[in-house]
Nanobody, 127 residues
């Protein structure tokens, strides 16, 4: 079982930037598609961005396109989410997740495709 640890969340003002990091244990990180999800109070968990195992295929939620960038460094077993021009509606707990099965070089944006989740990091954007 892989361990995923998010970091980088915090309290910022609208318009600010944050970079979230996800550190993964183990030696198979590069075999799996990964994703960032978020969940705000009273709302369902939603995909923010997803990336294929090679990093060549990426998808973003419409709400974050042009503001967020997902990328990964397979040599460091790490994935990142650069968040710019943050808005109050971006406030949520952000989770990184690893897809359940390896090797496909596609992205996956549905939560049920993932079976390994981090503990989450809180992002709060004040207006």
């Amino acid at each position: 079982q892989v361990q995923l640890v998010e970091s980088g969340g915090g309290l910022v003002q609208a318009g600010d930037s944050l970079r979230l990091s996800c550190a993964a244990s183990g030696r198979t990180f590069s075999s799996y598609a990964m994703g960032w999800f978020r969940q705000a109070p009273g709302k369902e968990r939603e995909n923010v961005a997803a990336i294929s195992r090679s990093g060549s295929n990426i998808v973003y939620a419409d709400s974050v396109k042009g503001r967020f960038t997902i990328f990964r460094d397979n040599a460091k077993n790490a994935m990142y989410l650069q968040m710019n021009s943050l808005k109050p509606e971006d406030t949520a707990v952000y989770y990184c997740a690893r897809r359940a099965t390896p090797f496909s070089d596609r992205y996956y944006h549905v939560p049920r495709d993932y079976d390994n989740w981090g503990q989450g990091t809180q992002v709060t954007v004040s207006s």
